[in-house]
């Protein structure tokens, strides 16, 4: 089965600062997709950025940036610029493509304080 | 358009009580799913639906049903509450995985059992 790690249980940076949140994941397919939701406080999960494993160029949506790095099996989250509103937990999540039906499995999260 | 609608937002219930978490959308989706999220822990399938009348058991699965009877709604009863199953639940729902599809959640059911 596939496991998702999130070795960092906090992380903290300055607002207006660059941080970067870890992930790895195990798995014996070649085909899927990685994803990191953002909880805030509101608890509403919020899809910031989606990777297709057969993509070898790394998504970027805004502020937000993935490194993948599928033969070491990590997908870290950059942002760049943080801001206050950045603050919430961070779920990396890993999806089977070819079948899609057994969802996703979430890593345990990361809880990114923002320092104004 | 509402998305995913989940009730009640707040549960308390006694041990043995059951119950049934209300999940719908008006979107069309064929996917339906389940999840529990406790402390510390990500989001864990409970149970999904790839369309009316079928439904499978995903990760916990125990102490749960689900029915689909319509596209729209995918209802999870609880038949005996358990302390165990005090967590947040969360009802998603998605037309598929291709490119640029997306998990659609609801804002979640905060359920306590005493």
């Known amino acids: 089965a596939q496991t998702v790690t999130q070795s960092q249980p906090e992380m903290s940076v300055q607002e207006a600062e660059t941080v970067t949140l870890s992930c790895t994941y195990d798995t014996s397919e070649s085909d899927y997709y990685l994803f990191w939701y953002k909880q805030p406080p509101s608890r509403q999960m919020i899809l910031v950025i989606r990777?297709?494993?057969?993509?070898?160029q790394n998504a970027t949506e805004n502020r937000f940036s993935v490194n993948f790095q599928k033969a070491a099996k990590s997908f870290s989250l950059k942002i760049s610029d943080s801001q206050l509103g950045d603050a919430a937990m961070y779920f990396c999540a890993y999806l089977y493509s070819g079948g899609g039906a057994d969802g996703l499995t979430f890593g345990k999260g990361t809880h990114l304080i923002i320092q104004p | 358009n509402a998305g995913v609608t989940q009730t009640p937002k707040f549960q308390v219930l006694k041990t043995g009580q059951s119950m049934t978490l209300q999940c719908a959308q008006d979107m069309n989706h064929e996917y339906m799913s389940w999840y529990r999220q406790d402390p510390g822990m990500g989001l864990r399938l409970i149970h999904y639906?790839?369309?009316?009348?079928?439904?499978d058991q995903g990760e916990v699965p125990n102490g749960y049903n689900v029915s689909r009877s319509t596209t729209e709604d995918f209802p999870l009863r609880l038949l005996s509450a358990a302390p165990s199953q005090t967590s947040v639940y969360f009802c998603a729902s998605t037309t598929g995985w291709a490119s640029n599809e997306k998990l659609f959640f609801g804002s979640g059911t905060q359920l306590s059992v005493l």
């Open positions: 639906s790839v369309g009316a009348g079928i439904t």
């Open positions: 990777q297709e494993a057969y993509k070898q």
